[in-house]
Structures are given as structure tokens and as C-alpha cells.
């Protein structure tokens, strides 16, 4: 095991115990509370690279037991499985509730990490995430609208509680939750809920899954879009439901180049430091995926390039790019198409870790 990856386990039952008063709630289950610990240690040497549905689909293939487009091209699978909620409540079927729960599984008994973002359809009007008809007051306690966010909250706390891991306990998962709130393109955005509303939002479902419902394998994730990063005159904060409720402070970072990003990024690295949360970049690519640009080594040269040589946005725990779906949108080069080899010289640089190079994140020595 490298030398990075070693940590005392006298170490780390003490930085377990600390994790405990960052920690949404001090009863995680155990191995939650060493992925968190693990992502904080981690994040000083090494990035963890992930992608968004990478074993559900790809390009020209879904649903082929075992592919990836990551693993096609790489041999590894990504450190960080993305999916979302949306696929379970609003689109949920039982056949497709055991397909990802099959899929979340299998990244975990392989060591990988799973995190949940979710497309929520307004619940006002029954359409889409991208109906902006205000919504957020409506499903807050008193609103018309609760009981059926309760509804949907219940689907996503029995789905966490069948994923079974080791030893009794359930399989962690980050979820992010009500994400890019400081843009408008969601009914939870900026311009369609006040501040107030928002941060009563996320308390009500942290508190629910928590407490309610007796969930204790989630770690939470907050992620404005780059926009409003850290370094936009406070705007970051504007809607942060505070300490006790965030485990992952995030970003959603879309840009050409990651040279453009640095500022916010570093501003994050220094404001999970002094809340002691763990940074990462929640979502990241290049603008409306790679079919947008002639670059073949976008990968190595402008999202690793600028990274890696910052001494301080490079304590960032992870980043998740968006997915494959077509060749007209994907994220990651596929197997016979542009960037490939850039790809695999990403993967072999020594400050990336694809879950081939992952130490045992769920366990408290390795």
C-alpha cells in the first residue's frame, strides 16, 4: 500500500472521533463515518476521479453487465459512482429500484463511492425540474404540498436503508441534494424561493431522513454552482443551512479551463479547512460535454494541468463529471473516440485515483 494511504490506526480512531462533531448527525454508522474520514486524509495527496452513471449506460451500449466507458478506455472503474433520486421516486419502477440498487452495490463491494444528486420534478405542477413555478414554500411543514414531499422523502430512506454493506450496516452514500441553487434553472434557484425558504428546505430534510426516518448512512453535500463559489462576495454562504447540516462543502464547476476556477476553488479548500468539511467538485466538465470541443487533451492540460499545481485547490477530494449518453453528450472519452490516450495518461498521474489505486474507504485501518 503506498506510503500515502497509511495511517496509524491509533490515527485514525482519533480522527473518527473527530469527524463525529463535523458530522451531520453522531450517529452515523461506522462506515460513513470513515468514507468521511478517509475523504478528509485523502484529499491532502490525491484526487479521487468519478463519473455520473458510468455503469448504467454508455455510448452505444446500456445496461451491459460490468462496462464502463471509464474502464473501457482506462481499465479502472472511477473512483465515485454519480446516479440521482430522480430515477428511483419520480421515475421509479421496482424493476429499476433493483437494477441501481444492484449498481450501487457493486460500486461499493469493489470499494468504490457512491453519491446521489436529485432532479426533483416540481412538486406544484408535476413537471419537470425545469418548471420554475415557485414550489419550495409549498412543500415546507404547513405548505399543501408537505405530505407529498414527505412521500418522496420515505422513497428515498427505504431505497438507503436496502442498501446493505458489512457487518450489518448499510452502504454510505453523499447526497446532494437541491443543487446549482444559485442559478435559476431549477424551482429551487435563487429567484424562486427566499434564502429563508431554501436553508428551512434542506434542515427539514436532513432532520426527516435523520431523525425521522432513522437514515444514518448519508453524508451531505452542498454545491452552488461556480458562479457563486466562495470567492462572489459572500454568496456562497447566503443559503448554507450551516455546520451541522453540510458534511461536503461543494462546487458544480462547467468551464473550458479549470485555470478559470481556481480562485473559488481555493476558497473552498480554506472554508472546508476552518469547518472542517471536506471540499470537492460535485459536478465538473466542460461546457455541455466534449462533443463541443476539438481538444484531445482536455483532460491532462485543463482540468488536471492546473489542479495538480496548486498547492492548495489540489486538497480537493474528488471530481465528478457529467455523463455519457451520447456522442453529442458525454463527459469522458469512449472507446475509439477522440481523447483517449489523454484519458489514460489522466488516470496514471499519481495525484489521480480511480478505484483501482483506492485504499478501503469504508474500514477503520487498511
Request: proline share 7%; net charge negative.
Amino acid at each position: 500500500m503506498p506510503r500515502a494511504f497509511i495511517l496509524s490506526l491509533a490515527l485514525l480512531l482519533s480522527s473518527l472521533a473527530a469527524a463525529s462533531d463535523t458530522l451531520t448527525g453522531a450517529n452515523a454508522e461506522p462506515e460513513t463515518r470513515a468514507l468521511y474520514t478517509h475523504l478528509k486524509a485523502i484529499a491532502k495527496d490525491h484526487i479521487l476521479f468519478g463519473h455520473q452513471e458510468t455503469t448504467a449506460y454508455g455510448i452505444g451500449w446500456q445496461g451491459d453487465p460490468g462496462r464502463s466507458d471509464v474502464k473501457s478506455v482506462t481499465g479502472a472503474y472511477p473512483a465515485v459512482y454519480g446516479w440521482d433520486f430522480f430515477e428511483l421516486v419520480e421515475a421509479g419502477t421496482p424493476e429499476k429500484l433493483e437494477r441501481f440498487r444492484s449498481l450501487v452495490s457493486e460500486a461499493y463491494q469493489r470499494g468504490g463511492i457512491n453519491t446521489f444528486s436529485w432532479h426533483m420534478y416540481n412538486p406544484v405542477t408535476g413537471e419537470n425540474f425545469y418548471d420554475t413555478t415557485p414550489a419550495v414554500a409549498a412543500i415546507l411543514p404547513g405548505g399543501d404540498k408537505h405530505d407529498h414531499y414527505k412521500t418522496s422523502l420515505d422513497a428515498i430512506a427505504a431505497f438507503a436503508l436496502s442498501l446493505k454493506g458489512r457487518n450489518g450496516g448499510h452502504i454510505p452514500i453523499i447526497f446532494r441534494p437541491f443543487h446549482e441553487h444559485m442559478g435559476n434553472w431549477f424551482w429551487w434557484g435563487k429567484k424562486h424561493c427566499t434564502p429563508e425558504e431554501y436553508v428551512a428546505l434542506w434542515r427539514f430534510t436532513v432532520d426527516y431522513l435523520r431523525d425521522q426516518k432513522g437514515v444514518h448512512n448519508l453524508l451531505y453535500a452542498y454545491s452552488p454552482n461556480i458562479a457563486y463559489g466562495p470567492s462572489s462576495g459572500g454568496a456562497y454562504l447566503s443559503r448554507y443551512p450551516g455546520d451541522a447540516y453540510v458534511d461536503i462543502l461543494g462546487l458544480d464547476a462547467y468551464v473550458k479551463d479549470m485555470t478559470a476556477a481556481l480562485g473559488p476553488i481555493r476558497q473552498l479548500v480554506e472554508l472546508a479547512r476552518e469547518r472542517g468539511k471536506v471540499p470537492a467538485l460535485t459536478e465538473a466538465g466542460y461546457p455541455d460535454g466534449l462533443s463541443k470541443t476539438t481538444q484531445t487533451d482536455w483532460y491532462t492540460t485543463a482540468l488536471l494541468a492546473p489542479l495538480a499545481g496548486d498547492p492548495v485547490a489540489r486538497e480537493i477530494a474528488y471530481v465528478l463529471v457529467w455523463r455519457n449518453a451520447s456522442k453529442d453528450h458525454y463527459w469522458v472519452p469512449y472507446p475509439g473516440g477522440p481523447g483517449e490516450e489523454d484519458f489514460r495518461k489522466f488516470h496514471a498521474h499519481p495525484i489521480i485515483l480511480f478505484e483501482d489505486k483506492l485504499p478501503n474507504m469504508y474500514a477503520l485501518s487498511n
